[in-house]
């Protein structure tokens, strides 16, 4: 790799009068190269992506009563969905069926 001595840059090919030379945006031409090799690299493809149709349940576990198949487990998580001086909602999702609902309690 060669860097131009007025700003840095690296120096890229370029054709000039039939002539390939090393140049840079900032207009200075280095002519004194007698011969440049410019090889090309390509990157690995990059390994196929496994989809999964259901996410493991990471959240924590409580007991609750779910109000549509009335299984006794429950995921749960908090969220903030008032202004900030309120307190949170909870929320719980059945382990079983999927089912989520509110507590306010």
């Known amino acids: 790799m060669l860097f131009c001595p007025k700003c840095g840059a690296i120096l890229v090919p370029k054709k000039s009068n039939n002539k390939r030379v090393m140049a840079c945006s900032c207009g200075y031409v280095n002519r004194n190269i007698v011969s440049a090799t410019i090889t090309?690299?390509?990157?690995e493809k990059?390994?196929?992506v496994e989809i999964v149709e259901e996410q493991p349940e990471t959240l924590p576990k409580t007991e609750a009563e779910c109000p549509k198949c009335r299984h006794k487990v429950a995921y749960y998580w908090m969220q903030q969905t008032r202004a900030a001086d309120e307190g949170e909602t909870k929320f719980l999702k059945c382990e079983k069926c999927g089912h989520i609902w509110?507590?306010?309690g």
């Open 40 to 43: 090309e690299e390509t990157a």
């Open 46 to 48: 990059a390994k196929e």
């Open 102 to 104: 509110r507590d306010y």
